[in-house]
């Protein structure tokens, strides 16, 4: 199960990333074929969840495809050009990674534990009604 959650949200990446390249060198059939593709996966999502991995990755795949092609078409084709790409690439992943875990440390932060008063006995119904953790949707 974790396997294939990585694998949807590295897809978004890549169909994200063919956008942003369609997008910089003018290809007019791959980006809409990327559209459709990403707004096919948008459709298919389940959960909070995996809308929230749709949007890493895609945040992820088209801002680092984009400043590699960027990178790659302002400067020529050269060694020089693919080294400077490829070291946009990792700072912008690396940056997108850290934006992510501030959005789960603000999730963390908004997470509450309550205890309520325990029985000394608990039954399983009454133990499943437990609301142990809460999230408050404000700031």
């Known amino acids: ?53 749709l949007k890493w990755g895609i945040v992820k795949g088209g801002i680092s495809a984009g400043a590699f092609a960027l990178t790659i078409k302002g400067m020529g084709l050269s060694v020089l050009s693919f080294l400077v790409g490829t070291c946009a690439v990792f700072a912008i992943r690396k940056s997108v990674s850290f934006l992510r875990f501030y959005e789960y440390m603000r999730f963390l932060k908004n997470l509450k534990l309550k ?8 039954s399983r119904r009454d133990f499943l009604k437990l609301k142990l953790f809460t999230y408050s949707y404000g700031n």
């Open 1 to 53: 199960m974790v396997g294939k959650k990585k694998h949807k949200e590295e897809f978004s990446e890549l169909a994200s990333g063919t956008l942003t390249t369609s997008f910089v060198y003018g290809e007019p059939i791959t980006s809409l074929t990327s559209i459709v593709v990403l707004a096919y996966r948008y459709s298919r999502s389940k959960n909070s969840n995996e809308l929230r991995n």
């Open 115 to 122: 205890f309520p008063k325990f029985k000394k006995e608990l």
